[in-house]
T-cell receptor, first 115, second 110 residues
């Protein structure tokens, strides 16, 4: 079956511009997660969705970052007024539920470069 | 100090060798330990999952957890060129929030 998909695969933008990153989770998965992977760093948790609600936004680095999920499916991560330090790979994952024993399935990521 | 430390390598071994990877951590509440494999330009995929201390074997892969030392290991026996990837350790106390190591890049030479 189809896995987690993300778009675009690559995004180059200029400092100060806004960007939107999209995630299509596996059908039926109620839990969705966004992570950021910077060069030489481990994956950094950003936000968790259960259905359309985001009970845990603790990893969002600043108020320039926001995310939403609609229809219990597609999620969009928005970064406003991008900065060079936002350059990273943004990964989305989904799992059937938020139980730790449920595997998180990752998408291929969106590679964001801020010039 | 990072919560999870992992030597980034890179590690290069000949085909057939044993690959040894490890992570150390500082949070004694961690009790779920995972290893993910990430190929270039792909998302991580779960390889092994261990709860608490002990060993777990799956084919050529063996995961070990020593909670007393806060140290986990992954061994790959009879390594193949297709094992060339970045290996990430991850761990959690009791929920979905995973803490990852930086990843070790492994190359298996044919």
């Amino acid at each position: 079956g189809a896995g987690v998909s993300q778009s675009p695969s690559n995004k180059v933008t200029e400092k100060g511009k806004d960007v939107e990153l999209r995630c299509d989770p596996i059908s039926g998965h109620t839990a969705l997660y966004w992570y950021r992977q910077s060069l030489g760093q481990g994956l950094e948790f950003l936000i968790y969705f259960q259905g359309n609600s985001a009970p845990d936004k603790s990893g969002l680095p600043s108020d320039r970052f926001s995310a939403e999920r609609t229809g219990g499916s597609v999620s969009t991560l928005t970064i406003q007024r991008t900065q060079q330090e936002d350059s990273a790979v943004y990964l989305c994952a989904s799992s059937p539920t938020s139980l730790l024993t449920d595997t998180q399935y990752f998408g291929p990521g969106t590679r964001l470069t801020v010039l | 100090q990072k919560e999870v430390e992992q030597d980034p390598g890179p590690l290069s071994v000949p085909e057939g060798a044993i690959v040894s990877l490890n992570c150390t951590y500082s949070n004694s509440a961690f009790q779920y330990f995972m290893w993910y494999r990430q190929y270039s330009r792909k998302g991580p995929e779960l390889l092994m999952y261990t709860y608490s201390s002990g060993n777990k074997e799956d084919g050529r892969f063996t995961a070990q957890v020593d909670k007393s030392s806060k140290y986990i290991s992954l061994f790959i026996r009879d390594s193949q060129p297709s094992d060339s990837a970045t290996y990430l350790c991850a761990m959690s106390a009791n929920d979905y929030k995973l803490s990852f190591g930086a990843g070790t890049t492994v190359t298996v030479r044919a």
